[in-house]
């Protein structure tokens, strides 16, 4: 599986943003979905996951903003992203769960468990 994130750019604190995450090589429809990011200097931490079956899960710092949504006819996974912080300026990263682990709460955020992952897209939010 290939991925190809895109749809980052500049915006102001309040704004919105909708990454794509498009897929190729594999239909999505049977994998789990997550979305990471890494802020300068620091870590990569887990934002989003999206079970095959819609099951959702976010960070507490994201929940109410953001929405992880998918389409399989298009083989693409979104990030909808509102009332966007300074503090959400990062890269972006799409990743595939690995199939055969058990996803849950606790598993989507372990970035060992995810086997693919897409080359990321820049949000810079500015003040």
């Known amino acids: 599986v290939q991925l190809q994130a895109s749809g980052g750019g500049l915006v102001q604190a309040g704004g919105s943003l909708r990454l794509s995450c498009y897929a190729s090589?594999?239909?999505?429809?049977?994998?789990?979905l997550g979305w990471f990011r890494q802020a300068p200097g620091k870590e990569r931490e887990f934002v989003a996951a999206l079970s095959n079956v819609n099951i959702e899960y976010y960070t507490d710092s994201v929940k109410g903003r953001f929405t992880i949504s998918r389409d399989n006819a298009k083989n693409t996974v979104y990030l909808h992203m509102n009332s966007l912080k300074p503090g959400d300026t990062a890269v972006y990263h799409c990743?595939?769960?690995?199939?055969?682990?058990?996803?849950?709460?606790?598993?989507?955020?372990?970035?060992?468990?995810?086997?693919?992952w897409g080359q990321g897209t820049l949000v810079t939010v500015s003040s």
């Open positions: 990743a595939t769960f690995r199939r055969g682990e058990l996803y849950n709460s606790g598993s989507v955020r372990l970035q060992g468990l995810y086997d693919y």
């Open positions: 090589g594999r239909a999505l429809s049977t994998y789990h």
